[in-house]
């Protein structure tokens, strides 16, 4: 099967100035991302794309190996825009060079830099070897189950956020197993994305990933936190 990693790093950030730049263990979080995507390709017929409307890091990426055939437009790279119309148009813009069609999309986010080469061989084989799988996705514990959750009305007065018609107070230990998603990578069969026009199909298999490789880094104390990781990846990412 023919698979395009699309790996989306604008230059824009909020929380953290040129966030897909940022130093983790003296390399740029997007470099992260690059050479995970490279040595996993090693083992598909797997292209790996950058997608960014910033110069320098359209030159970051292509120092370290990353194929960037195309600069994004500003109107894919503002602020509220979704990730579903930028991987679309990478999606495009590479099929019309090559001129062939891929089968699977892995779409990948450098905010995210622990994911590990395991965690992308098992969702890309899942989609190759279950015809039935849509999609294939890493999932996480999370730190507040969601019966645990609040919101709160107008009036300041707080409602639970799923409704059991009662204050669930019972231990972690005996509430259903939920995770969430570990933000890393989401691998789909084409047709999803571009027709569908989703990134994550149904059926969706998910596959347990321990928390620590599952950080998103939104904020500088999510960036610090991944640094001290980093500097520990011996024992913690495992």
């Not at 040595?39 to 292209?47: A, G, I, L, N, T």
């Not at 320098?56 to 437009?73: D, H, L, Y």
Request: hydrophobic residues 40%.
């Amino acid at each position: 099967m023919k698979i395009l990693a699309v790996i989306l790093a604008r230059g824009g950030s909020k929380g953290i100035p040129n966030k897909n730049l940022s130093l983790i263990g003296g390399k740029p979080l997007v470099v992260h991302s690059i050479q995970k995507c490279l040595e996993v390709s090693k083992y598909y017929d797997m292209k790996v794309i950058v997608s960014s409307d910033s110069n320098k890091i359209i030159e970051t990426s292509k120092n370290v190996g990353a194929w960037v055939p195309f600069k994004r437009p500003d109107y894919l790279a503002q602020d509220d825009v979704e990730s579903l119309p930028a991987v679309q148009h990478a999606i495009k813009e590479v099929e019309n060079i090559l001129k062939y069609i891929f089968d699977i999309i892995v779409y990948v986010q450098p905010n995210s830099p622990f994911c590990r080469i395991q965690d992308f061989r098992e969702c890309i084989n899942n989609l190759i070897f279950r015809k039935e799988l849509e999609s294939c996705l890493p999932i996480t514990d999370i730190a507040t189950h969601p019966f645990k959750m609040k919101k709160i009305k107008e009036n300041g007065i707080l409602e639970n956020f799923i409704d059991q018609g009662f204050e669930d107070m019972r231990p972690r230990q005996l509430l259903p197993k939920v995770y969430r998603r570990a933000g890393s990578i989401y691998v789909s069969r084409r047709n999803v994305i571009m027709n569908n026009n989703t990134l994550v199909g149904n059926p969706c298999f998910g596959i347990k990933v321990p928390s620590i490789t599952a950080v998103d880094i939104d904020s500088h104390l999510d960036l610090e936190l991944a640094r001290i990781i980093f500097k520990n990846k011996e024992t913690v990412l495992r």
